[in-house]
């Protein structure tokens, strides 16, 4: 069953950008932290960004500056736009939800950023 819906991946040039999304609105539980991850082939998968309840940001030092995380608490959606895109953000981004009063979280499908030379 589908709890998280992705959107807005695709292909860009180096230092444009894109918009991703995350519709959480399917888990009925109250959400602590909302995020993105990604993995790029052969390496781990890492923290982009990470939003909490109250709005408490933390984000990789290698998009500091060039991406911003929001969330809407109210339909429970997270977005990251990423601006100034390079070519080592190419990866699949992941949304990310832990839940409020449990250890329960969810992953999305992924979305595949490809940002050419």
């Known amino acids: 069953q589908v709890q998280l819906v992705e959107s807005g991946g695709g292909f860009v040039q180096s230092g444009g950008s894109l918009r991703l999304s995350c519709d959480a609105s399917?888990?009925?539980?109250?959400?602590?932290?909302m995020g993105w991850y990604r993995q790029a082939p052969g390496k781990q998968r890492e923290l982009v960004a990470s939003?909490?309840?109250?709005?408490?940001?933390n984000y990789a030092d290698s998009v500091m500056g060039r991406f911003t995380i929001s969330r809407d608490n109210a339909k429970s959606t997270v977005f990251l736009q990423m601006n100034s895109l390079k070519p080592e953000d190419t990866a699949v981004y992941y949304c990310?939800?832990?839940?409020?009063?449990?250890?329960?979280?969810?992953w999305g499908q992924g979305t595949q950023v490809t940002v050419s030379s």
């Open positions: 990310h939800v832990q839940l409020l009063f449990s250890n329960l979280q969810y």
């Open positions: 399917k888990i009925r539980n109250s959400i602590r932290v």
């Open positions: 939003i909490t309840i109250a709005g408490t940001i």
